[in-house]
């Protein structure tokens, strides 16, 4: 069994969220406003069912690539259920 990954914003990614930063593609906000303080891929691509896995993939990676969230193992300290 794969181990479960969550998603999270860091501080420039909440500070982005927070300020509803207008260069950032809507695409990434949305994003940013699903993952808040910690979602797993598969409530990611619920909340977001509207686009492709494949680009949801992309813009995940590209997303922890310019800082705004990052990708963790999911364990009982984040709170998160499994």
């Not at 982005?16 to 979602?39: F, H, K, T």
């Not at 797993?40 to 705004?68: F, Q």
Request: with cysteine; aromatic share 6%; glycine share 8%.
């Amino acid at each position: 069994m794969a181990l479960q990954r969550i998603y999270r914003l860091t501080e420039a990614g909440s500070e982005a969220w927070e300020s509803q930063d207008p260069d950032l593609p809507i695409e990434y906000q949305r994003i940013l406003g699903v993952v808040g303080e910690g979602a797993d891929l598969k409530v990611i691509r619920t909340s977001l069912t509207s686009y492709p896995e494949n680009e949801l993939l992309e813009w995940l990676a590209t997303a922890e690539e310019l800082g705004l969230i990052e990708c963790l193992p999911a364990s009982p300290s984040l709170g998160l259920q499994r």
